[in-house]
Nanobody, 126 residues
Framework: QVQLEESGGGLVQAGGSLTLSCAASGRIFSTYTMAWFRQAPGKEREFVAAVRWTGAANHADSVKGRFTISRDSAENTVYLQMNSLKPEDTAVYFC????????????????????WGQGTQVTVSS
C-alpha cells in the first residue's frame, strides 16, 4: 500500500505564491508518475501537472508559466510551486501516484492513478 500526505495549502491573495508538498510512503516502486489534480466547488476534478521518475513533466495550459511541478526522488516527495495565483485557482488540490509504466505526463486522467492523498485546500482571494 501507498500513502500520500499533502501539505502547504492555505489562503493567499491574488498574485501571491504557495508551495504544495506531497510525501509518499509505503511500498514505492522506482518507476512512478506523480501528479496534482484539483477540484473546485461544483466542478469536475481536473489535471494540473504531472512528473515521471525520469524527470519528464507536464503542466495544464491553465497553469503553464505560473505553476511548476518537481520531485525529490530520494524523499519520494513531489512539489507544486504556484506563483501568480488567481481566484480561479481556488480548489482542493489532490496528489496522486501511479506505477503504470505506460502512463505519460501528457493529459493523464484521474482514473490512471491508483493512490490519492486526502487533498489540501487552496483559496485565492481577489
Amino acid at each position: 500500500q501507498v500513502q500520500l500526505e499533502e501539505s502547504g495549502g492555505g489562503l493567499v491573495q491574488a498574485g501571491g505564491s504557495l508551495t504544495l508538498s506531497c510525501a509518499a510512503s509505503g511500498r514505492i516502486f522506482s518507476t512512478y508518475t506523480m501528479a496534482w489534480f484539483r477540484q473546485a466547488p461544483g466542478k469536475e476534478r481536473e489535471f494540473v501537472a504531472a512528473v515521471r521518475w525520469t524527470g519528464a513533466a507536464n503542466h495544464a495550459d491553465s497553469v503553464k508559466g505560473r505553476f511548476t511541478i518537481s520531485r525529490d526522488s530520494a524523499e519520494n516527495t513531489v512539489y507544486l510551486q504556484m506563483n501568480s495565483l488567481k481566484p480561479e485557482d481556488t480548489a482542493v488540490y489532490f496528489c496522486a501516484m501511479s506505477f503504470r509504466r505506460s502512463l505519460t505526463v501528457v493529459g493523464p486522467r484521474d482514473v490512471d492513478f491508483d493512490y490519492w492523498g486526502q487533498g489540501t485546500q487552496v483559496t485565492v482571494s481577489s
